[in-house]
């Protein structure tokens, strides 16, 4: 009787969901990776979850139900793309045209029947220039220039 119990344990520990690490720059696209490994079980469920500057607050934004069908959650943000396969157990996403509020962790979480969800989180940097009172910044330096100007004018006289 303590046989099966083992074997489901085993069962659930062999799961691993591979993720990792992206960088993209400003206005870039980015595949979100998301792959489950080393499982016979069936596949119910994709879930995409997201904490970002954007969204602070947790929000679960994606879901793909095998073998096709996808849904976004809270609003559609159609910069989100599946580029998995629900049946190779790959439930990757691409991102497109990113901005610094997407910068944040990602998660994406296999539902599978019977043992439940397994989840991995990916980090997002995004690398960009914050132009934050850049044409003030501009206008002081134009101004600061025409007056170096006329006093070096002055000066020569």
Known sequence: TILPLIQIILLILERTVIGGNKTVLHGDSVILPCKLID???TLTQISWQRKTRG???LDSFFTVVPPDKQRY????DNRFR????ASEMDGS???SNVTLLDEGTYSCIFTLFPTGDYKTDIPLTVIGIICAGLEETMANIK???TLNSLTKNRRKR
Do not use: D, I, R, V
Request: aromatic fraction near 4%; charge should be negative.
């Open 73 to 76: 959650l809270n609003g559609n």
């Open 55 to 57: 969204k602070p607050q």
């Open 143 to 145: 101004e600061e220039n």
């Open 82 to 85: 599946f580029a998995g396969n």
């Open 93 to 95: 996403l691409q991102l």
């Open 39 to 41: 499982t016979t079980e």
